[in-house]
């Protein structure tokens, strides 16, 4: 069984940065999809970014495009997802995730999931 944890939320200004970070138990990356979604308080849960661990590929959500960046560090087996530009909007619980399919994944593909951490956008 594979688990994710994640780390690096908190409080910050409109326009700072942030940095999560996202480590799995096991050594499973290279051969899956990693994936950050994001759920705001009576909002449903929604796809950030994804990156396959192999080639390197990434996709973006169209508004977070340009601000955010996702990352892997292929020796400590661990996906990044850096903020920059931070808005209220952006206000969420942040999940990373991982899914076997390597393209095209969708909400239900993916099969382990973290706990989350808070991401608070002071206006």
């Known amino acids: 069984q594979v688990q994710l944890g994640e780390s690096g939320g908190g409080l910050v200004p409109a326009g700072g940065s942030l940095r999560l970070s996202c480590v799995a138990s096991?050594?499973?990356?290279?051969?899956?999809?990693m994936g950050w979604f994001r759920q705001a308080p009576g909002k449903e849960r929604e796809f950030v970014a994804s990156?396959?661990?192999?080639?390197?590929?990434?996709y973006y959500a169209d508004f977070v495009k340009g601000r955010f960046a996702i990352s892997r560090d292929t020796v400590k087996n661990t996906v990044y997802l850096q903020m920059n530009g931070l808005k209220p909007e952006d206000t969420a619980v942040y999940y990373c995730a991982s899914t076997p399919v390597r393209r095209s994944a969708r909400y239900g593909d993916y099969d382990y999931w973290g706990q989350g951490t808070q991401v608070t956008v002071s206006s």
């Open positions: 990156i396959n661990w192999s080639v390197g590929s990434s």
């Open positions: 096991e050594r499973t990356f290279s051969r899956r999809t």
